[in-house]
């Protein structure tokens, strides 16, 4: 008996992205003398059909045929134009980088100052000073009565949790296998 073996089918609903999507804000990248030249020859050639009236529109295919057998045929002398523009091009793009790291390095340390501070609001635990200064008894008592007092669990209310959740959130226990 011969088997058949049929492809699974993509589960994904959604078509999926080879590529990643670019960052917000980051420069384009640089382009090459070649793609400089193609860009030039392109609107050339398109322009130039146009006016003459020739048949159908030239396909991308076509006009990578003729402008990458024209970049060969395309002397030196020539090519250093697009070299050097492909060179300002990339020193465009490198300054551009640096802004946008410096930027990105700027608000990555603003957020993190941001959630270092946030972690500074948390519920400072209760020293033996601020329990004897209430004459309440000893400091296992304080340390409930104001864990009942912050908890909305156990009828306070702070909106804060505990100090113990806190820890806990910060440094989760292990988990058991």
Do not use: H
């Amino acid at each position: 008996a011969v088997l058949s073996y049929s492809k699974p089918k993509n589960e994904c609903v959604v078509p999926c992205s080879r590529r990643k999507k670019k960052p917000k804000g980051m420069p384009k990248r640089p382009l090459s003398a070649y793609n400089l030249y193609f860009q030039a020859e392109r609107s050339k050639i398109l322009a130039k059909q146009e006016e003459n009236g020739d048949g159908p529109r030239i396909g991308f295919e076509g006009l990578g045929k003729i402008i990458g057998k024209q970049w060969r045929d395309l002397s030196s002398a020539d090519k250093i134009l697009y070299e050097k523009l492909a060179e300002k091009d990339s020193e465009r793009y490198r300054k551009e980088m640096e802004a946008y790291n410096e930027m990105r390095t700027k608000r990555f340390e603003e957020e993190e100052k941001r959630a270092s501070d946030a972690s500074l609001l948390t519920v400072a635990p209760i020293t033996e000073a601020s329990s004897s200064a209430n004459g309440s008894g000893s400091m296992r008592d304080q340390q409930t009565e104001d864990l009942m007092n912050r908890s909305p669990v156990l009828g306070g209310t702070s909106s804060l949790p505990p100090p113990m959740f806190t820890a806990m959130m910060k440094n989760p226990p292990a988990p058991v296998m």
